[in-house]
């Protein structure tokens, strides 16, 4: 996968841009609040139709525009690639893949791949269970973009289940009752394929994150992943009928894929409650960087790197281990001091109130 160019209209702070990358590592160097964030944000865009800061679409366009386009060109198994996505305030985006217009955004997944490093990515570690879910269930479509049918289908069936719930207001009768016995099939059908999706996932990344855990931080303690839900033993059917009287109480279906936990520890303890900050922030670099191993792997096509001033959170030592660990191929970083030593860019470029200047 090789990034040749991308081109913003009315983005963010980006009136206009049409930038060349390097095949190799381009820095983007500014102060804060210049643009460098919204310019990975751009292209990390095209491999997904959404944020990875979880903005809304409106937020992305120009203070006074009615639309922003981002175009990409790139190259795939040796043949180009061209994506190009209009945001609109009014009405409906549109998006293109080889002047083809998209139906459907998952038919858009996997076309572009890209793995994001950003200083929000501590949240992984010590934020809530859904941001590891999504995690794990991106990572997931990103190695088989036809995984994201399986998770669309559970947070419809969730939809319809927990709308019931709420309709019945804790009185079933016969004709409620018939009804969510089709729900609780569907939701315990579609659910446990999910849970098998991220069970399988989760075995196949753990390798590449214990060993790049142990990269980062010098093997001092080792890192772990487990993902055991609550109603795996009894099976999502049985567990939803041992919680059907608490779910008709509250309103809302307590169990299932969409609580999920997935337990991330360091020496046999939980991440989240017995580690520093510097070793969650570790933790949380490794998880990335291990998916990217991992998508690597699989594709045998690296994903570009995107890295968003992860430099400035880290002490001498973890930058310079991250930075000897980075795999080979195309990478943006930004950064809003010095060039990192050690880097070695091809290409290093200012970026000052939305313009990019060689």
Sequence with gaps: ?????????????????????????????????????????????????????GASDDVLIRSGADAAVIRAEATRDRRDLLIETEIRRMGRNRTLVNRQLLRRTSDLLGALRVSVFAPDDLELVKGSPGLRRRFVDDLAVALDAGLDARRSEVDRILRQR????????????????TTLEV???????????????????VARLLPFLAGAYAELAGGSRAASMRYAPTWAAPGLAAALRTARADDLRRGVTTVGPHRD??????????????????????????????GHRLVTDVTGSAPILLLDDVFSELDAARRAALLATLPAGQTLLTTAADVPAGTNPDLVLRVERGTVLA
């Excluded at 060349?20 to 609040?33: E, H, I, K, Y």
């Design 1 to 53: 996968m090789l990034l040749r160019s991308v081109e913003l209209v009315d983005f963010r702070n980006y009136a206009a841009l049409d930038l060349q990358v390097a095949p190799g590592v381009t820095v983007l160097v500014g102060s804060n609040g210049q643009g460098k964030t919204n310019l990975l944000e751009a292209i990390a865009y095209l491999a997904t139709l959404a944020s990875f800061r």
């Design 183 to 201: 729900w609780d099939t569907k939701f315990a059908t579609a659910g446990e394929a999910l849970g098998r999706m991220r069970s399988d996932l």
């Design 162 to 177: 927990n709308a019931l719930l709420k309709q019945v207001r804790g009185r079933l009768d016969d004709d409620a009752a």
């Design 261 to 290: 936990e997935i337990d991330l520890g360091l020496g046999g303890e939980p991440a989240r409650t017995h580690a520093s900050q510097g070793e969650q922030r570790t933790f949380a670099l490794a998880l990335r960087l291990a």
